[in-house]
Every structure is written in C-alpha cells, then in structure tokens.
C-alpha cells in the first residue's frame, strides 16, 4: 500500500480579485484602458483584465512621483519615512495568506513557497530597508547622502512581489519615490501592495504603480522625469535600456540573467547536496535568475550522485500549485514553455541524454517536467543559454582549477555554488568564481541583509544589505 | 455624579518575566513633584540583583542565538506597546517630574521613536562594527561583533521614561540581556514600562528591572562575578571610581554615556576575528 | 559471517568502511527535515496514516515501578486499544524490561493477543554500562522468557572514544545470541552521539554488524527521536539497501507525542525509504502516550468534531 497523499488545498476565499484593475496613481486607484486579460498559468483561467499603461498614464505617475518627491517625501525625515516602511512591513505580515494565495494563482508557484519564502521574505525587505531610513549617514556614502528623485522599476514575472520589495523598500528609504511597473503576467500582488500603501497612509505618490508590456516599460525607461532605472529581467532587455538611457544623466541598476554553476566535490555531503541541486534548479519552476542550471560533478562521484539524484527527482511532486503538497508549479507562461520546449529540444538535437522521472501532467495550463540532461559540454546551447525553466544541465571536471575555468567561461556571473566539506577549498573556490552570490552547501538563500547581484553581464550594482543602498544614494560616480 | 474611588496600582518588581515583591518586604515611598504620596515601590535588595542576574544569564543563550530580525521584530513590538499605551505614560511623568503636559508627550513620542530606532540596528549593526580584514597571507579572515552576556546598568535620574530606554535598548539589541536599576526618585515610568515588556514577546530575563537605591544596589553590580559589564551612565560621577575598582576583579568592561548612538550597541559587544586557510 | 561482505570483522576494515561514509550537513538536513514536515496530510491519507502509525507503536513501559499489575493493563490496551470499537488494529508491538516479559507473553497470549510480540530492552538498557557476560545474560533471559524482539543499546562510551570496533563486536554477539528466536533493534541514543555525522557511522555500522533495526533512542535522553536524527538514519538504510539489497528497519524513539508527530515520521518514511518501509515490519514508534492521541484524531476524523482524554482509557 503506498502512501498517497490526499489533495490539501489551500483555500482560494481568502482573496477577493476584481474582474478589473486600472493603475494606482497618486495615492488613488484610477481607471485605466486597452485592458489585456491575467491568466493563471495552472488552469488557464482568467484572473482578471489589466490595463495596459501608455504615454497618459505614464506620465501621470511620474508626474504623481516628482510632486510626492518634491513637496513631501523629499522634506520628511528619515525617521519618519522609516516608519511608513515599518507599517508597511507589519500590514504584509497580516495580509500574509491573502498576499500569498494572490501570488500563486497569478505565478504558479506553490503555494508552500508563495507562503514560507516569497511572502516572508517580502516583509523582511521592507523591516530591513525601514530601519535604514534613518540611519543613511551609517551607509558608507558621507555623512549626508542624497536620494536620487523619482526611480523607474521594472520587475519581472517570477518573484512578483519579492521583486517589488527588492525595488521599492530600499528606494523609499533612501527618499526616493517610485514608478513601478510589475511584469504583465504577474501585477495581481503589485496591485494588492497599492491598497497596503493605503492602509500605511503612505502619502500620496511616493509609490506609484503603473501595470502594461514593454511598451510600457520603455516609456519608463525614456521618460525625462526619471531620475534613476532599476530593471530586474533578460540581459537583452538590460542591454537595451543600458544604450536607451546612455546620453542620458539617469542612474541604472539591473539585474539580469545567470547560468550559474553548482559545483560538486567528491568531498560534498552526498545527501543535502542532492537536495541542493534539486532546490537550485527546480525550485520556483527554475524560473530563477541565479538557478543552478549547470551542475558541475567531479567526476570520480559523477555517478553516484546523478544516481542519487535521479532517485530524488522521482520524489518531486508536480502539480495544482493551491495545493500544499506540491514542489513545482506551473511554467508561468505559454511563452516561456514554449522557450523552455525549444531549448530542451536544443538539447536532443546537440546529442546529450535527456531524462525525466515520470510524471503526470495536468491536462490544462503549462507544464513542464523536471528533466536533466547529461553529457553536456560547454559548446552545447543548454550550457550557455538561460532557459529559464526547470531543465538542468551536467558537465563533468577532473580538478578543481578545470571546475573553476567551467564555472566562469560564460559572460553571465550572478551565482555560484560549491559544494565541498573542505573549507579551505570552499573558500578558495569563492575566491576564484567570477560571480556575485556564492553558496556554499547551500543554494537559494536570500536575505534582506545580504548583496545580491551580478558580475559581467548579469548585471549592474546590488540589491540588499548596505551595498544595495548606494543603487538610490547619490554616489561619487558623474555617470 | 459621585466620588470615585480608583484602584491604585502596585509596583513591583520584573524578573525573568514575573513581577515579584522585594524578597526583602522593603518599600520606599515616592512622591510627585508636588510632593503629595504616590507609591510604594520596592527598595531592592541584592539578593533581588542576585536573582535578576541568574534570569539574566538564564535567558541570554537564547536571546543571542534569535537572529537579528527577530530582535529588531521584538523591539518594533515593544514600541508598537508603548505607542498605544501613551496616555498612562505621560501622565506619570507629569505627576512625578511636574513637567507640562506638552514636554511629557514629547518625552513619550521621543521613548517610541528611539525604540523605533534601536529596532533598525538590531541588522545592521554587523556592517558597521564588523569587517572582512585583508590580512598579508593566503586566509580568509574577518571580524564580527558578538554579544557580551549580562550587562547590569544604572539608568539615568531624568528622563525617566527616554533615559530608561537609552539604557536597555543598545545593550539588548545586539543579543545582551540586562538587569538594570530605575531612577531613583521617578521609577514609575520604569515599572510601567515592565507591564510593556510583559506584552511585547520578549522573552521572560532579557530585561530585568530593579527599583531602589543607587549607592545600595551598584556596589553589588560592580563585584557581581556572573556580570560581564556595566553601564554607569545613571551613577553620580562621585561612584564611578570605585564601581571601576570593584569591577576589576573580572575585568568588566564599564562605560557612561551621555547620547544615543550606535557607538553605545558597539560598546556592550566584542569582536572576534577568524582565520580560515583558503586553498586547495 | 560475512557481513554483507562490507567489513571483514578487523578494526581496520571496520575504520575504513566507517571513515570512506560523506558526511551529513547539519544545515542542510535540517531543512530537509523541516520541508518535509510542512506536508500537508489531511482526510483519506490522514486516516490511513492514523491507523497504520497505531500498528507501528510499540506500546512501552519502562520504569524502575513498573508491576506485574501495570503491564497487564499495558498488554490489554496493546491488543485492543479501545474497547468501544473493534475497528482499530492492535499495536506493533508491547516494549517492557526483560523481567516483566514472562508476565506480558502470558497475559498477552490470554487475551487472544498472540499476534502481539513482545520486544525487551536488554544489555543493561538504558545506560549500557555492565560487562559483556551480563548484557549476554540480560538477553538469554528476555528470550528464554518470550521476548520475540530485543533492544539492545550500544556503547556509547566506546563510541565516542573511537573504539568503534568494541560497538561492532558487542553487536554481533548479541545477534548471535538472539539467533533465530527474536530480531535485533540496536540503540543509538542519538542524543548522546550529538552530531549527524555520528548518527550516520553508527547506522553503517550497526546494519554491517547484523542488526535487524536501528532505533534513535533510549526514550530517556533528550533530544531523542528528533525529525532530522531519523531522516538521516532512514538515508542510511536507503544506501545499505542499494548496496546489499536488505531492507533494515528503523525505530525512533522518544519525543513523538501525538499524531502531528507520528505522521511526519511516517512522510520522512515515504519521500525517504518508500512505501515499502510503512508497515510494522520495518518501521516502529516507540511510544506510550502516542496511542491516545492517535485514537482521538481517530474518533476525530469518524465523528466530526474534538474529542477528549475522558474518551480514551488510561491504560
């Protein structure tokens, strides 16, 4: 008799989802036009129409921004703007389940995650950057640093609402205020903070949350009235904003994609490695900038850990993501799966050996399996490219230097993982990785307090801890 | 309209989480600025420092080991109970200090958002106090700030609400717990502010509160073995030499301050630096 | 004997198998543990997992006031653990020092309990310490008296002095001893062995030398049966089945106070092991006051609302 466990939803009662939204602009909801619908990716239903942002709205909202800017939040002390964050943070705390259900039927994502990581972790940004308010003169910037006016923030699909928090807690702290735009297919938690900042009596245009497409995106980015653009998403699109904004006087922060490797030796604990090859890559679908898609084996234990692997991979429950059990949700998506497809087909025709433990599919929304391929080499597209999705690729090393040649031969270097019992090795492994988060016996660890972002083409500058403050402070730098 | 009679409050004592009499029955009556009866609050002995210093140590493991969010989480709360609890504190102090109304307000106000500020440090503290070092040699080597363990403290005459807090909230932000003695003549907003603590989900010895008499109480701070240091900000400067004297015996480290400031948190918090070996 | 062909009874081979073993990450088997135990087990699978945990218990007691008197009332409980409704299946086992084991066969065997055996603690449980003549008495005597089942401890003290070799060998004695006539759990006490690291060369260890089961715990001793003790005591038993192709059995112990508990063992058993280890004849549950809880969620889930101890009998 196995042990099958029985469906334990999580209840959908907790969220009430308008069949409309329009954007939230100086400090009040106002109507918006040209509305395109919000799917959720597990069942295709339709969540809700959104409206699609253009010249008028932008400008309303960065106009809304620079007023705030000017005759509010620019004369406020930082005390006090701290503790609009702090309310902020509290009323997340208890909106919590409500944030979380929201977020996965936009996402995807398990609700388990939405629950115990994005959700926590979204407050916590906010806790954190709230007590930095007033406490600037500490940030290693001079003794009084200066915000930099109204930011434009573009954030992408696959953390919602941790993204917004990355973006808009350490801006307001440091006196900014904000233009926000959150991805096209994921707003639904965007637009559930604009009622949290109601509730904080945020003043009226600090944040301000503008929903649409590119199009949208790029009237942020080429607005005059935007001082500074923190973009979260590809290194195509990053590239593109980088040439938009160079004869401009605009400060630019990105972070963009990764192909990070996890790097194992044959001194790693066997078993929590294994987890941690499975939590850096399938965790969130894969759709993660830092995910660990390129796994790196020693070989001398190559076999016994894809053996180990495979095993656990059978474990992986894939299903409805409202469900408590689930470990992978839904791709978010019918574009992405179709990226996803096209790359693992990639894989086939490039000649490495595809494997997926079995797996039922629900019939409707868009799925992808967890799939590995082996016997990939550094010239294979599976290697190079992001896929952005749950398909890890294997390579082999012999030493620990031929490791590190591996891990760092790619233009992107957001992140890294060693795995090793050896601490002088680890060290000396991070010592020598070319990216900007390393883990080490461990994978997808985030912190308020801890600088996230990436090397070479993964991006510019840092979001967290003291180092991320200086994305929103006037800095040294005349560029 | 009839002539009420109100319930006056009994103020006790707070340790490890509990509110109990002097074990030595003694009182010592406070007055308001007026100089009509107020209270009776305990005169504490030192056997009463003695079981606050062992509730004090008892705690302390754990309270270091929360991590910093959660402290900084814990002081947020405390603020949020002292905020919505205002109009009790502003009153006492009106009645013991005979301050106006508006200076009494400020105080609180000022209690709330210092505590605020405290909060914020609770995670930040590491990035100021803490380093990685760039030693001459293949090793990795950094410097972080850890708690002390019990730090006993003499909280200032005036303010009684704002010095009180100036006192305790660096010392326990970075994972320290206190035992710490009250104004003197105006420790009622000192005891009012235990009931705060007793709501806030602050562990039972973090913060453990005497009232009583300064030249009583700290020569037993200064000699106490199981106390690692102290704060003598609220002693008359006449006592502060032989208070050094008396802590000698195991090195405590002793300092006074005047101000907030996150020089204060650094100072009940050693740095310890490691050595690890990077290579192959 | 062979064992399984992994050590040839040398202390050097011994040191080699243990010391060739990956460590465990504290960290990261700890979060293993604590993702598991967010699942979520609720209507059908809830009540399976009720009444399966009921057949894994090992209804135990062991106190120094322990009477003739106190474990009849024990078997009785072990064979029909609630006298109101026949449905719920009898325990997996009844857990008492070895000379109280006559007594519970007997009464066991009255009651129409002889599907029920009886499982003694031995080799001078809980503390381990006394010569190796007495632990091999303590043991003859617990079969001769009808134990079907024998907990034996291991030292600790040669343990962690690294003589890894004298924990071996006293294992294979006291399987010798047992034969036939009765399986052998070994007892860790995990709580003393402190580190996973530990927990997993004793596991090696302990199935290399022939036990039958491992079991975290004395019962005595905290922390005892804790999630992530077990789950990398169940990893173990994955490895040594792959390599040997036998399934040992585990048993944790103490700690596991009510249903919440039980299942999460039984999910550490499932995404671990595999179904094939959810039966009482490769996982166990130490435990006395486990039952009650276990028959209250039971009326719990047939009635529909909360029950109390006043409908569950004492003993």
Same mark, same amino acid.
């Given at each position: 008799?196995?042990?099958?466990?029985?469906?334990?939803?999580?209840?959908?009662?907790?969220?009430?989802?308008?069949?409309?939204?329009?954007?939230?602009?100086?400090?009040?909801?106002?109507?918006?036009?040209?509305?395109?619908?919000?799917?959720?990716?597990?069942?295709?239903?339709?969540?809700?129409?959104?409206?699609?942002?253009?010249?008028?709205?932008?400008?309303?909202?960065?106009?809304?921004?620079? #007023?705030?800017?000017?005759?509010?939040?620019?004369?406020?002390?930082?005390?006090?703007?701290?503790?609009?964050?702090?309310?902020?943070?509290?009323?997340?705390?208890?909106?919590?389940?409500?944030?979380?259900? +929201?977020?996965?039927?936009?996402?995807?994502?398990?609700?388990?995650?939405?629950?115990?990581?994005? *959700?926590? /972790?979204?407050?916590?940004?906010?806790?954190?950057?709230?007590?930095?308010?007033?406490?600037?003169?500490?940030?290693?910037?001079?003794?009084?640093?200066?915000?930099?006016?109204?930011?434009?923030?573009? *954030?992408?699909?696959?953390?919602? +609402?941790?993204?917004?928090?990355?973006?808009?807690?350490?801006?307001?702290?440091?006196?900014?205020?904000?233009?926000?735009?959150?991805?096209?297919?994921?707003?639904?938690?965007?637009?559930?903070?604009?009622?949290?900042?109601?509730?904080?009596?945020?003043?009226?245009?600090?944040?301000?949350?503008?929903?649409?497409?590119?199009?949208?995106?790029?009237?942020?980015?080429?607005?005059?009235? *935007?001082?500074? *653009?923190?973009?979260?998403?590809?290194?195509?699109?990053?590239?593109?904003?980088?040439?938009?904004?160079?004869?401009?006087?605009?400060?630019?922060?990105?972070?963009?994609?990764?192909?990070?490797?996890?790097?194992?030796?044959?001194?790693?604990?066997?078993?929590?490695?294994?987890?941690?090859?499975?939590?850096?890559?399938?965790?969130?679908?894969?759709?993660?900038?830092?995910?660990?898609?390129?796994? /790196?084996?020693?070989?001398?234990?190559?076999?016994?850990?894809?053996?180990?692997?495979?095993?656990?991979?059978?474990?992986?429950?894939?299903?409805?993501?409202?469900? #408590?059990?689930?470990?992978?949700?839904?791709?978010?998506?019918?574009?992405?799966?179709?990226?996803?497809?096209?790359?693992?087909?990639?894989?086939?025709?490039?000649?490495?050996?595809?494997?997926?433990?079995?797996?039922?599919?629900?019939?409707?929304?868009?799925?992808?399996?967890?799939?590995?391929?082996?016997?990939?080499?550094?010239?294979?597209?599976?290697?190079?490219?992001?896929?952005?999705?749950?398909? /890890?690729?294997? /390579?082999?090393?012999?030493?620990?230097?031929?490791?590190?040649?591996?891990?760092?031969?790619?233009?992107?270097?957001?992140?890294?993982?060693?795995?090793?019992?050896?601490?002088?090795?680890?060290?000396?492994?991070?010592?020598?990785?070319?990216?900007?988060?390393?883990?080490?016996?461990?994978?997808?660890?985030?912190?308020?307090?801890?600088?996230?972002?990436?090397?070479?083409?993964?991006?510019?500058?840092?979001?967290?801890?003291?180092?991320?403050?200086?994305?929103?402070?006037?800095?040294?730098?005349?560029? | 309209?009839?002539?009420?009679?109100?319930?006056?409050?009994?103020?006790? %004592?707070?340790?490890?989480?509990?509110?109990?009499?002097?074990?030595?029955?003694?009182?010592?009556?406070?007055?308001?600025?007026?100089?009509?009866?107020?209270?009776?609050?305990?005169?504490?002995?030192?056997?009463?420092?003695?079981?606050?210093?062992?509730?004090?140590?008892?705690?302390?493991?754990?309270?270091?080991?929360?991590?910093?969010?959660?402290?900084?989480?814990? %002081?947020?709360?405390?603020?949020?109970?002292?905020?919505?609890?205002?109009?009790?504190?502003?009153?006492?102090?009106?009645?013991?200090?005979?301050?106006?109304?508006?200076?009494?307000?400020?105080?609180?106000?000022?209690?709330?958002?210092?505590?605020?500020?405290?909060?914020?440090?609770?995670?930040?503290?590491?990035?100021?106090?803490?380093?990685?070092?760039?030693?001459?040699?293949?090793?990795?080597?950094?410097?972080?700030?850890?708690?002390?363990?019990?730090?006993?403290?003499?909280?200032?005459?005036?303010?009684?609400?704002?010095?009180?807090?100036?006192?305790?909230?660096?010392?326990?932000?970075?994972?320290?717990?206190?035992?710490?003695?009250?104004?003197?003549?105006?420790?009622?907003?000192?005891?009012?502010?235990?009931?705060?603590?007793?709501?806030?989900? %602050?562990?039972?010895?973090?913060?453990?509160?005497?009232?009583?008499?300064?030249?009583?109480?700290?020569?037993?701070?200064?000699?106490?073995?199981?106390?690692?240091? %102290?704060?003598?900000?609220?002693?008359?400067?006449?006592?502060?030499?032989?208070?050094?004297?008396?802590?000698?015996?195991?090195?405590?480290?002793?300092?006074?301050?005047?101000?907030?400031?996150?020089?204060?948190?650094?100072?009940?918090?050693?740095?310890?630096?490691?050595?690890?070996?990077?290579?192959? | 004997?062979?064992?399984?062909?992994?050590?040839?009874?040398?202390?050097?081979?011994?040191?080699?198998?243990?010391?060739?073993?990956?460590?465990?990450?504290? @960290?990261?088997?700890?979060?293993?543990?604590?993702?598991?135990?967010?699942?979520?087990?609720?209507?059908?699978?809830?009540?399976?997992?009720?009444?399966?945990?009921?057949?894994?218990?090992?209804?135990?007691?062991?106190?120094?006031?322990?009477?003739?008197?106190?474990?009849?009332?024990?078997?009785?409980?072990?064979? $029909?653990?609630?006298?109101?409704?026949?449905?719920?299946?009898? @325990?997996?086992?009844?857990?008492?020092?070895?000379?109280? &084991?006559?007594?519970?066969?007997?009464?066991?065997?009255?009651?129409?309990?002889?599907?029920?055996?009886?499982?003694?603690?031995?080799?001078?449980?809980?503390?381990?310490?006394?010569?190796?003549?007495?632990?091999?008495?303590?043991?003859?005597?617990?079969?001769?008296?009808?134990?079907?089942?024998?907990?034996?401890?291991?030292?600790?003290?040669?343990?962690?002095?690294? $003589?890894?070799?004298?924990?071996?060998?006293?294992?294979?004695?006291?399987?010798?001893?047992?034969?036939?006539?009765?399986?052998?759990? &070994?007892?860790?006490?995990?709580?003393?062995? &402190?580190?996973?690291?530990?927990?997993?060369?004793?596991?090696?260890?302990?199935?290399?030398?022939?036990?039958?089961?491992?079991?975290?715990?004395?019962?005595?001793?905290?922390?005892?049966?804790?999630?992530?003790?077990?789950?990398?005591?169940?990893?173990?038993?994955?490895?040594?089945?792959?390599?040997?192709?036998?399934?040992?059995?585990?048993?944790?112990?103490?700690?596991? $106070?009510?249903?919440?508990?039980?299942?999460?063992?039984?999910?550490?058993?499932?995404?671990?092991?595999?179904?094939?280890?959810?039966?009482?004849?490769?996982? $166990?549950?130490?435990?006395?006051?486990?039952?009650?809880?276990?028959?209250? !969620?039971?009326?719990?889930?047939?009635?529909?609302?909360?029950?109390?101890? !006043?409908? &569950?009998?004492?003993?």
């Amino acid at each position: 008799m196995s042990f099958e466990y029985a469906p334990a939803p999580e209840s959908r009662a907790v969220v009430s989802i308008k069949p409309k939204y329009g954007h939230f602009i100086g400090g009040k909801f106002v109507a918006g036009s040209k509305h395109f619908p919000t799917v959720n990716p597990a069942t295709e239903e339709i969540l809700s129409q959104i409206a699609l942002a253009g010249k008028a709205e932008v400008d309303a909202a960065v106009n809304a921004a620079r #007023k705030a800017y000017t005759t509010t939040w620019s004369k406020m002390s930082g005390k006090e703007r701290g503790k609009y964050l702090y309310r902020i943070a509290r009323i997340m705390q208890e909106r919590a389940r409500e944030f979380a259900v +929201l977020e996965t039927l936009d996402n995807g994502k398990p609700i388990r995650e939405s629950r115990d990581t994005d *959700i926590p /972790l979204a407050a916590a940004h906010f806790f954190y950057h709230a007590g930095w308010a007033d406490k600037l003169e500490y940030a290693g910037l001079g003794t009084s640093p200066k915000p930099l006016g109204v930011a434009g923030q573009i *954030i992408p699909w696959n953390f919602p +609402l941790l993204m917004l928090a990355w973006k808009v807690a350490p801006a307001l702290a440091a006196g900014n205020t904000v233009v926000l735009k959150p991805a096209e297919s994921t707003p639904l938690t965007a637009l559930l903070f604009a009622e949290v900042c109601q509730q904080a009596e945020l003043p009226a245009g600090v944040v301000n949350i503008v929903t649409g497409d590119g199009s949208t995106g790029a009237l942020i980015v080429n607005h005059p009235g *935007i001082d500074k *653009i923190a973009f979260t998403g590809s290194t195509e699109v990053g590239k593109i904003i980088a040439r938009a904004v160079a004869p401009t006087k605009k400060s630019v922060t990105l972070e963009l994609g990764g192909k990070a490797a996890n790097i194992v030796f044959d001194d790693a604990p066997i078993d929590e490695t294994v987890e941690g090859i499975v939590n850096g890559i399938f965790f969130n679908q894969g759709h993660v900038c830092c995910a660990g898609s390129r796994l /790196l084996l020693q070989e001398n234990v190559a076999e016994e850990v894809l053996h180990k692997l495979k095993n656990r991979m059978e474990k992986i429950r894939v299903g409805d993501p409202m469900d #408590k059990n689930t470990d992978v949700g839904a791709i978010n998506s019918k574009e992405q799966l179709a990226k996803i497809t096209e790359l693992a087909a990639a894989g086939d025709a490039e000649g490495a050996e595809r494997w997926s433990p079995a797996c039922a599919l629900p019939a409707k929304g868009f799925w992808f399996a967890p799939t590995i391929f082996t016997g990939v080499t550094q010239a294979h597209r599976i290697a190079r490219e992001e896929i952005f999705g749950p398909v /890890l690729s294997v /390579l082999t090393f012999r030493t620990p230097q031929e490791a590190i040649e591996k891990a760092n031969n790619t233009p992107f270097g957001l992140s890294a993982g060693i795995w090793s019992e050896k601490g002088s090795r680890t060290l000396w492994a991070s010592q020598q990785l070319r990216a900007g988060v390393i883990w080490a016996n461990t994978f997808n660890k985030f912190d308020p307090t801890s600088p996230f972002g990436g090397y070479k083409e993964s991006g510019w500058g840092r979001e967290g801890g003291r180092h991320g403050l200086s994305a929103y402070l006037k800095g040294v730098s005349h560029e | 309209m009839s002539n009420r009679i109100d319930v006056k409050k009994t103020y006790k %004592l707070y340790i490890n989480g509990a509110f109990p009499r002097s074990e030595s029955g003694r009182t010592y009556e406070v007055k308001s600025a007026k100089g009509a009866f107020i209270a009776n609050p305990c005169l504490a002995s030192r056997k009463d420092l003695r079981d606050a210093v062992v509730a004090a140590r008892a705690a302390q493991a754990g309270w270091n080991k929360a991590t910093a969010y959660n402290r900084g989480q814990i %002081l947020y709360r405390i603020a949020e109970m002292l905020e919505g609890r205002r109009a009790q504190f502003v009153d006492e102090i009106m009645q013991i200090t005979g301050v106006t109304k508006v200076k009494a307000e400020k105080e609180v106000t000022d209690s709330v958002d210092r505590l605020v500020w405290y909060a914020g440090w609770t995670d930040k503290i590491a990035s100021l106090a803490g380093s990685t070092n760039p030693v001459a040699g293949p090793f990795y080597n950094f410097t972080i700030p850890e708690s002390m363990g019990v730090v006993a403290a003499i909280a200032p005459e005036t303010p009684s609400l704002l010095g009180f807090i100036d006192s305790v909230a660096p010392i326990i932000t970075s994972g320290n717990t206190v035992v710490i003695l009250a104004s003197t003549k105006a420790p009622l907003s000192a005891m009012t502010f235990a009931e705060v603590l007793a709501t806030s989900d %602050l562990p039972h010895g973090v913060i453990n509160i005497l009232t009583g008499k300064k030249e009583e109480i700290a020569p037993w701070m200064a000699s106490h073995m199981d106390i690692d240091a %102290l704060d003598i900000s609220g002693l008359p400067a006449k006592l502060h030499a032989e208070s050094k004297v008396a802590g000698a015996e195991n090195l405590k480290r002793i300092h006074s301050f005047k101000s907030a400031d996150p020089g204060r948190i650094i100072a009940f918090m050693e740095a310890k630096t490691v050595w690890h070996p990077i290579g192959l | 004997m062979s064992f399984y062909g992994l050590v040839d009874g040398s202390d050097a081979s011994l040191k080699s198998y243990l010391n060739n073993l990956s460590g465990v990450d504290q @960290v990261g088997a700890e979060a293993r543990a604590a993702m598991l135990a967010t699942r979520s087990i609720k209507t059908s699978s809830k009540r399976w997992a009720i009444d399966t945990a009921i057949t894994m218990v090992d209804l135990t007691t062991l106190e120094g006031a322990d009477t003739p008197g106190k474990v009849k009332a024990l078997c009785t409980k072990a064979v $029909r653990p609630d006298p109101t409704d026949s449905t719920v299946p009898s @325990v997996g086992a009844v857990c008492v020092y070895n000379d109280m &084991v006559s007594v519970a066969r007997t009464h066991l065997d009255l009651i129409g309990g002889q599907h029920v055996p009886v499982a003694a603690v031995s080799t001078a449980f809980p503390s381990g310490r006394a010569s190796m003549a007495v632990k091999i008495q303590d043991t003859q005597d617990a079969i001769d008296a009808g134990a079907a089942e024998i907990d034996m401890v291991i030292d600790r003290g040669a343990f962690l002095a690294g $003589r890894y070799i004298d924990v071996f060998n006293e294992i294979v004695q006291i399987k010798h001893v047992c034969g036939d006539k009765a399986h052998l759990k &070994v007892i860790f006490e995990t709580g003393e062995l &402190v580190t996973y690291d530990n927990v997993r060369k004793a596991s090696f260890l302990a199935m290399a030398a022939g036990a039958d089961f491992i079991k975290t715990s004395t019962g005595k001793v905290a922390p005892a049966a804790t999630p992530p003790v077990v789950l990398v005591m169940l990893e173990a038993v994955r490895d040594f089945y792959e390599m040997t192709n036998t399934r040992i059995g585990v048993k944790p112990a103490g700690g596991i $106070r009510n249903t919440k508990d039980a299942i999460k063992q039984l999910v550490l058993v499932n995404e671990t092991v595999g179904p094939e280890w959810l039966n009482p004849k490769l996982f $166990r549950i130490g435990a006395s006051a486990l039952l009650n809880d276990l028959l209250m !969620q039971r009326m719990k889930m047939d009635e529909g609302y909360y029950s109390s101890p !006043q409908y &569950v009998t004492m003993d």
